[in-house]
């Protein structure tokens, strides 16, 4: 007979969940992971930049010297200072540790790069620059399955069970229809709501025409089941839009952040920058979209292309135009300034100032190597920044601000964290840091 009971269930198999997962197993936990996919990775799987984190060993093998002060200041500023200062504090002195604890398990992020609104690199990434979250989900699904882990797949939760306020387990519809599991403790771990046209037109009824980047499984699944148990949801009408997404083809694919901190600008349909390329989201976001035509092109070379790995795979899907000389590539986008942007840009990068715009990062060398190439991109809804009300520890919270017994949250479900306005890099952190934490939380209410 299949097992009906166990300490921990964790709804949702992305970076979240698996990482709460993987941890709990190493506290002696019994685990099981419902996932209403058919696979693993939620929306972790299509991250691609990288892991933010200061002071980080990493950082000092680069050279690079860093202070948890600055990230938690350049985060909050790029929240519109609307972020929980608890929480932020928590995220920004454990990321250090949970990129040390990837290390540790055979997840090494050893190349740097830089996102929007940092002001050096911090954004831990694969030796092989490859997309982050890909390589996460993988090692993270096969860590949880050798701990013995249960991963459940196209496995639906519809209700957390309670018993005298305390949450004790779930019930789910699986393809053979409703069943239920006991457990000790819940995590919620189910993303956010960007692909949920409901729960977008009725917080940000002005994003209803906007595509998303999200996996179609990002339904806000979590803040329902939330909701049936008295906790307080909060910030709903924070809702990321990413300013450089591909959207010429059936599906919408966004070009990670990377891309701008490696070196590419953007222009517009004349070939002109009109903006610091790695301002925060909300700022680029908003200069495309006030562009006549709303839309605009990253523009880069080889050199870009050989520091990005993700670039190979936009390639080969189609979504990049190329041409041997930067006129060349002029001429097919018929862009009358381009080459004479460009060659300002490459003075910006020489000379370290930026008069125009003010980039004071990414500056990491001239686009001067052919072949060159280009990206059509506008903003798409990206991320959910409001969410389930939990502590910095993790602990879901009601109305009146006391935590919900046996019933914590991780990742995109929570809001926040990030205030107004994500900064690239933190999804993955905050995945890895607080998945860690609600394991360890619970652990520890548990032996209480």
């Known amino acids: 007979m299949a097992k009906t009971n166990y300490d921990v269930i964790i709804i949702g198999a992305g970076g979240a969940g698996l990482t709460a997962a993987v941890q709990a197993r190493e506290l002696g936990l019994t685990v099981a992971i419902l996932e209403k996919n058919p696979k693993v990775g939620g929306n972790t799987s299509r991250a691609s930049s990288g892991m933010n984190a200061a002071e980080t060993n990493v950082q000092a093998q680069h050279g690079i010297v860093d202070r948890m002060q600055d990230f938690y200041q350049e985060t909050f500023q790029g929240g519109g200072k609307l972020n929980d200062p608890a929480m932020l504090q928590q995220f920004v002195t454990h990321a250090p540790l949970a990129v040390d604890w990837l290390n540790q398990h055979g997840l090494p992020l050893e190349d740097l790069t830089i996102t929007g609104g940092m002001s050096t690199k911090r954004t831990h990434r694969p030796a092989s620059t490859?997309?982050?979250?890909?390589?996460?989900?993988?090692?993270?699904?096969?860590?949880?399955?050798?701990?013995?882990?249960?991963?459940?797949?196209?496995?639906?939760?519809?209700?957390?069970?309670?018993?005298?306020?305390?949450?004790?387990?779930?019930?789910?519809?699986?393809?053979?229809?409703?069943?239920?599991?006991?457990?000790?403790?819940?995590?919620?771990?189910?993303?956010?709501?960007?692909?949920?046209?409901?729960?977008?037109?009725?917080?940000?009824?002005?994003?209803?025409?906007?595509?998303?980047?999200?996996?179609?499984?990002?339904?806000?699944?979590?803040?329902?089941?939330?909701?049936?148990?008295?906790?307080?949801?909060?910030?709903?009408?924070?809702?990321?839009?990413?300013?450089?997404?591909?959207?010429?083809?059936?599906?919408?694919?966004?070009?990670?952040?990377?891309?701008?901190?490696?070196?590419?600008?953007?222009?517009?349909?004349?070939?002109?920058?009109?903006?610091?390329?790695?301002?925060?989201?909300?700022?680029?976001?908003?200069?495309?979209?006030?562009?006549?035509?709303?839309?605009?092109?990253?523009?880069?070379?080889?050199?870009?292309?050989?520091?990005?790995?993700?670039?190979?795979?936009?390639?080969?899907?189609?979504?990049?135009?190329?041409?041997?000389?930067?006129?060349?590539?002029?001429?097919?986008?018929?862009?009358?300034?381009?080459?004479?942007?460009?060659?300002?840009?490459?003075?910006?990068?020489?000379?370290?100032?930026?008069?125009?715009?003010?980039?004071?990062?990414?500056?990491?060398?001239?686009?001067v190597k052919g072949p060159f190439y280009a990206i059509h991109v506008a903003p798409a809804i990206h991320y959910t920044m409001g969410g389930v009300h939990a502590d910095a520890e993790t602990r879901v919270l009601d109305a009146n601000g006391h935590p919900i017994p046996g019933l914590y949250a991780a990742g995109e479900v929570v809001g926040g964290l990030h205030g107004n306005n994500r900064i690239g890099g933190n999804s993955i952190a905050e995945t890895v840091v607080f998945g860690r934490q609600a394991a360890l939380t619970l652990k520890r209410d548990l032996e209480s």
Request: charged share 20%.
């Open 130 to 367: 490859a997309p982050i979250g890909a390589y996460l989900i993988k090692g993270l699904q096969q860590l949880a399955s050798d701990d013995g882990v249960e991963i459940i797949t196209d496995a639906t939760v519809t209700q957390l069970l309670t018993s005298d306020g305390k949450v004790i387990g779930v019930e789910y519809m699986s393809t053979a229809g409703p069943q239920q599991l006991l457990s000790r403790a819940v995590i919620l771990a189910s993303g956010g709501f960007g692909a949920s046209k409901e729960l977008i037109r009725r917080y940000r009824p002005d994003l209803a025409d906007y595509r998303t980047t999200n996996q179609p499984g990002a339904t806000g699944d979590g803040l329902r089941l939330a909701q049936q148990v008295g906790a307080q949801l909060m910030q709903l009408d924070l809702v990321q839009v990413h300013p450089t997404v591909q959207q010429d083809q059936e599906h919408a694919f966004l070009i990670g952040e990377a891309v701008r901190g490696e070196g590419a600008i953007l222009v517009n349909a004349q070939g002109r920058r009109f903006v610091n390329e790695l301002a925060t989201r909300r700022i680029v976001s908003n200069a495309i979209s006030a562009l006549p035509d709303h839309h605009a092109y990253l523009i880069f070379d080889q050199q870009v292309c050989d520091r990005v790995k993700a670039i190979e795979f936009y390639n080969q899907i189609g979504l990049v135009k190329s041409a041997a000389s930067l006129s060349a590539l002029a001429g097919q986008l018929g862009m009358a300034d381009l080459v004479g942007s460009v060659n300002r840009w490459n003075e910006v990068v020489e000379t370290g100032q930026d008069p125009q715009f003010g980039r004071t990062t990414g500056l990491t060398a001239p686009l």
